[in-house]
């Protein structure tokens, strides 16, 4: 046999040598892992499909049960009606049951959003049981914006900017009640800005209504005391209904 030729055999049985020792060390790695009591698995990647596995949670949602009952608890509160205000907080426990989960179910949605959520839920019971009134409509009213917020996330409610207005002008009621002329100041402005939003969608039926918005807004951007304040939040409460009802059939 040619020399060259036997040095081509030798090469070739060298490298399948190596070859199959390689492979038996991994088999034996392999092996010894799970003698070892060591789990060995390959990471699975995620299925396209179970990024967005449908929660029929959900489906029980009540989001307008949960503003409606929301809202009546905030006049129960105002009004000193602690029965109806507790009544009303049960009401609210039914329209909202349980949570979404953000990270699998609705990837989309924000923890911090969830986070408060419960935050504010513990916090609006706590203040009904010791019957602190301020800090239960506070409460109550950072709920309203939260779960309108989450609504909106799940494509449930119509139009962000019709629950920010709701959430503000309850929010303006609520620093005029504590007399927090900085807050008022703060609170003004966001209003401005949201109805700036919101005008232009409503129909020209609704030309009364939102004129009369238009005057409560430009007495709140002349105001200068806490006083004044006080006297269009309160005239602001039943303007804000008429314009969320002509939303109602929004879906």
């Known amino acids: 046999m040619p020399r060259w030729r036997e040095k081509s055999i030798l ?11 390689l492979v038996l060390g991994a088999v034996l790695w392999e092996r010894t892992l799970h003698e070892g009591g060591v789990p ?29 009952s929301l809202d009546s608890l905030t006049d ?13 907080f049960t009401a609210f426990g039914l329209a909202v049951p349980s949570l979404p989960s953000p990270e699998l179910t609705y990837p989309d949605l924000s923890l911090a959003l969830v986070d408060f959520f419960n935050f504010y839920q513990i916090e609006l019971q ?11 409509i506070f409460a ?10 989450l609504g909106v996330h799940l494509n449930r409610p119509p139009l962000p900017e019709l629950g920010r207005l709701h959430y503000l002008g309850r929010d303006l009621e609520y ?26 969608v409503l129909t020209d039926r609704a030309q009364q209504v939102a004129e009369e918005m238009d005057s409560l807004l430009l007495r709140l951007k002349r105001g200068n005391s806490v006083e004044e304040y006080q006297e ?20």
């Open 11 to 21: 090469t070739l049985l060298g490298a399948g040598g190596i070859l199959g020792f």
């Open 40 to 68: 060995f698995e390959r990471p699975k990647e995620p299925l396209p499909s179970q990024s967005r596995v449908p929660d029929e949670r959900i489906a029980r949602w009540n989001f307008y049960g949960a503003m409606i």
């Open 76 to 88: 129960a509160l105002t009004e000193g009606d602690w029965y109806a205000a507790r009544q009303s």
């Open 126 to 136: 706590r203040a009904l049981a010791a019957g602190q009134t301020n800090r239960a």
């Open 140 to 149: 109550c009213n950072q709920l309203e914006r939260i779960v309108w917020d």
């Open 175 to 200: 620093w005029a009640r504590v007399g927090d002329e900085e807050m008022l100041r703060i609170g003004a402005q966001g209003l401005t800005k949201t109805w700036a939003d919101l005008r232009p």
């Open 232 to 251: 269009v939040a309160a005239s602001m409460g039943p303007v804000m209904r008429r314009i969320e009802r002509l939303f109602a059939d929004i879906k």
